[in-house]
């Protein structure tokens, strides 16, 4: 008699199912295809990366020098692909917003390839609002430029009132400024990412890093650099490429301003400049946007700006926001009318003494918010020229203040402008008091600081793009700026 066999338990009956068998087989034969394509993916390894662009700080005046010189077309065009490749990456989306292709080259201006851009209208509208010449990539620009340029910046110099020496001091302010630049193409007030390790004394405190970008563009732009010409392609470039990175697109426009409209006022003067310099069609859709948050962000009832949108306007912030319309309207993207009659309402209200002199934010002057009130009446095309010159007059009759850079930058500015009889002579001392200013020993060399309360915050950086544009004033004739600037329609 045999023994009793005990039964299969469930998990044996399981096991031994052929449906379960089946299914061995087929995870098996999964795997192992998953094996093969996964050492073909790995066999590719090898392949060539961009390498990232990494800008260290220099000491000396062969590394001012070596950083000065211009880089060789075919490295050149290789970090602007490894620019491409990383920088445009870290735009900010809005959930809401959709994202659209606009057609771009390599760095800025070339013929392949798109990048996504997150709440551009890139459709008829686009179209319409875009410069007249701006399919032209690369080309010489608005003619309002030429004067930044090659002999032209020369003449320029020697006939309004440059030196030699002055504009030895410029070169040496750029090249300061660009070893300043930080790894990710920014600049910042406090001297950060940049590697200076405390190579240069006052540093600023403003954390804005579009206010600090913007602003260290401005000289570059001023002397002829652009992203497309000129001894700084590269250090240009990757800085409007940051700037168009930290854009956030939202319901009011393009956002640049990181807490301060400061920054944005000055970021979009930036690539407004370079719109209107190179007519790169990359640039429009960011200008479009950012001059659409400058017309939304402005105060309903007073016309002016402050630091956050829709605040009661102060002289300092709306003169940026101002110029940096002025040079847009100038770039081709439109300005609304509507807007530029708040401003005139604005400096109405801070006006003093029949509009030859200004306050901040009420009737309460100032020799700092005097000089931008007046400069601003230049840029509205204000018909009270009377009194405009006469302001000008009493600003100018003193001398320039040694340490008052803000001021003397704006008061340059309308002096040249209105060809004011008093201009030679305060440009005279203002220019060789520059001059002899600059740092000529160490790390510091080619940089400004003064003793001005109203931009300590800015720190070394700000001296020294506002020193910097200062002397440049004799050439730049900037869209919002020079001669022509007053009389052409907006």
Known sequence: MQANQEAPSRIERLVLSPVVR????????????????????????????????????????????????????????????????????????????????????????????????????????????????????????????????????????????????????????????????AVDGSWRFDLSGCRCDGGCRDPGSVTSTTAATGLALLPFLGAGHTHLEGDYQETVSRGLYYLMSQMRFTPRGGDLSEGT????????????????MTRDEMLVPYVRDAVRFITTAQHEHSGGWRYLPAQPGDMTVTAWQLAALRSAALAGVPVPSPTMDGVRRFLDRVQFQ?????????????PGTSAIGLLCRL??????????????????????????????????????????????KWNARNRDHLVARQERHGHESGSWFFADRETSSGGRLAHT??????????????????????TADW
């Open 354 to 366: 029949q509009g030859e002199s200004y306050g901040y934010q009420s009737p309460h002057p100032r």
């Open 22 to 181: 089946s299914t061995y087989v087929s995870l098996l034969g999964h795997v192992a295809v998953l094996v093969i394509l996964a050492r073909l993916v790995t066999s590719q390894a090898g392949l060539p990366r961009p390498r990232p662009i990494v800008i260290a700080a220099a000491d000396g005046a062969e590394a001012v020098a070596e950083l000065a010189a211009p880089a060789p077309a075919g490295e050149l065009l290789e970090a602007a692909a490894a620019l491409a490749a990383v920088e445009m990456t870290v735009v900010t989306v809005e959930p809401e917003m959709e994202a659209i292709t606009v057609e771009h080259d390599g760095p800025l201006g070339s013929e392949d390839g798109g990048t996504t851009v997150p709440g551009v209208d890139a459709g008829p509208q686009a179209a319409a609002d875009a410069p007249h010449d701006a399919g032209s990539r690369g080309g010489a620009g608005d003619a309002a430029y030429a004067g930044r340029r090659g002999d032209a910046r020369s003449r320029g110099a020697a006939d309004r009132g440059g030196t030699r020496g002055s504009e030895e001091a410029v070169d040496r302010g750029l090249a300061w400024i660009a070893r300043h630049q």
């Open 261 to 276: 409209m400061y920054g944005h006022g000055t970021a979009t003067i930036a690539l407004a400049e370079a719109l209107g």
């Open 379 to 424: 840029y509205t095309r204000w018909p009270n020229e009377a009194a405009i010159d006469r302001g000008l007059g009493a600003l100018a009759k003193p001398g320039p203040a040694p340490d008052a850079v803000y001021l003397n930058f704006y008061l340059s500015q309308a002096l040249m402008q209105r060809d004011h009889p008093l201009w030679p």
């Open 465 to 486: 793009a506002l020193a910097t544009l200062t002397l440049e004033v004799y050439y730049r004739l900037l869209p919002i700026y020079g001669s022509d600037a007053v």
